[in-house]
Nanobody, 125 residues
Framework: VQLQASGGGLVQTGGSLRLSCAAS????????MGWFRQAPGKEREFVAS????????FFADSVKGRFTISRDNAKTTVYLQMNYLKPEDTAIYYC???????????????????WGQGTLVTVSS
């Protein structure tokens, strides 16, 4: 499975961006998906996850109420809609896929089997 993240860019505080993660290869709708981010000098951290059907999602406290995660299984694409962005949201955002996709609760990096290359989000103050 190959994952291609896109949609990053420069945005002002309070703005919005939508990230996309397109999956190719041996994809299947049973995969769970997640987004992580890594800010300069910091460890990679969990942002959001979604189960195979899209019916179960989970968010980090830092983005709850501002970010939403969704998926289009027909397009094998997962989205991260980011609203009310803050400078502390600045990071490289990575999408990831896991074969065990029935639960939307997957916060740990080791739970994911495949990773995309990342897309940079910069929020200016």
């Amino acid at each position: 499975v190959q994952l291609q993240a896109s949609g990053g860019g420069l945005v002002q505080t309070g703005g919005s961006l939508r990230l996309s993660c397109a999956a190719s290869g041996r994809t299947g709708s049973a995969y769970g998906m997640g987004w992580f981010r890594q800010a300069p000098g910091k460890e990679r951290e969990f942002v959001a996850s979604i189960n195979w059907s899209g019916g179960s999602t989970f968010f980090a406290d830092s983005v709850k109420g501002r970010f939403t995660i969704s998926r289009d299984n027909a397009k094998t694409t997962v989205y991260l809609q980011m609203n009310y962005l803050k400078p502390e949201d600045t990071a490289i955002y990575y999408c990831a896929a896991r074969r065990s996709g029935y639960s939307g609760y997957a916060l740990r990096m080791y739970e994911y089997d495949y990773w995309g290359q990342g897309t940079l989000v910069t929020v200016s103050s």
